[in-house]
T-cell receptor
Framework: EAEVAQSPRYKITEKSQAVAFWCDPISGHATLYWYRQILGQGPELLVQFQDESVVDDSQLPKDRFSAERLKGVDSTLKIQPAELGDSAMYLC???????????FGPGTRLLVL | AQSVSQHNHHVILSEAASLELGCNYS??????LFWYVQYPGQHLQLLLKYFSGDPLVKGIKGFEAEFIKSKFSFNLRKPSVQWSDTAEYFCAVRNTGGFKTIFGAGTRLFVKA
């Protein structure tokens, strides 16, 4: 069964450093999502791509976060500089289109010291 | 703004007990509704979904949910839980006019053997 791949699974960094997370969606899925999940809360959408275009990044802190999906396949989420409050699980999901079920990856757990 | 409320943060049940997890949302338009589950050490996966039609939806592993439009609710039920149902359960709502899926804070279910 096809799955969404994410790496790394865990990341520890110091504040003010740069971090990057990678996501490879299920093959053929046009829609890709990045979520942030803070402990004790549900996932919160950071950015949504349709192919290589951003369709929603209203909750993305654009002063420090950036996301790209240059060829409309895999995607990278970057934080620079990282802050203590960025410690969370970062989830990637994909779907065949924006109206369909989302399939989630295992996530990257970030700890900022 | 659209929001999702899950009434219980933690639920503890004995095996064979019946389960009902509450979910209410705030949005006046047409919605798609989801329940996702996250088993220990695993990633989020879809339990069931409602898009249209019969408001009583059956999902995997004996779970079902009922959409009551007048109450803005989509409660999850299972007549007899098993130890293996121990997990965190998330209700999610997406308005059909937009793209963003909003998740509730989650309910941690612990089933005692």
């Amino acid at each position: 069964e096809a799955e969404v791949a994410q790496s790394p699974r865990y990341k520890i960094t110091e504040k003010s450093q740069a971090v990057a997370f990678w996501c490879d969606p299920i093959s053929g899925h046009a829609t890709l999502y990045w979520y942030r999940q803070i402990l004790g809360q549900g996932p919160e959408l950071l950015v949504q791509f349709q192919d290589e275009s951003v369709v929603d990044d209203s909750q993305l802190p654009k002063d420090r976060f950036s996301a790209e999906r240059l060829k409309g396949v895999d995607s990278t989420l970057k934080i620079q500089p990282a802050e203590l409050g960025d410690s969370a699980m970062y989830l990637c999901a994909s779907s065949s289109d924006s109206e369909e079920t989302q399939y989630f990856g295992p996530g990257t757990r970030l700890l900022v010291l | 703004a659209q929001s999702v409320s899950q009434h219980n943060h933690h639920v503890i049940l004995s095996e064979a007990a019946s389960l009902e997890l509450g979910c209410n949302y705030s949005y006046g338009g047409t919605v798609n509704l989801f329940w996702y589950v996250q088993y220990p050490g695993q990633h989020l996966q879809l339990l069931l979904k409602y898009f249209s039609g019969d408001p009583l939806v059956k999902g995997i592993k004996g779970f079902e949910a009922e959409f009551i439009k007048s109450k803005f609710s989509f409660n999850l039920r299972k007549p007899s839980v098993q130890w293996s149902d121990t997990a965190e359960y998330f209700c999610a709502v997406r308005n059909t006019g937009g793209f963003k899926t909003i998740f509730g804070a989650g309910t941690r279910l612990f089933v005692k053997a």
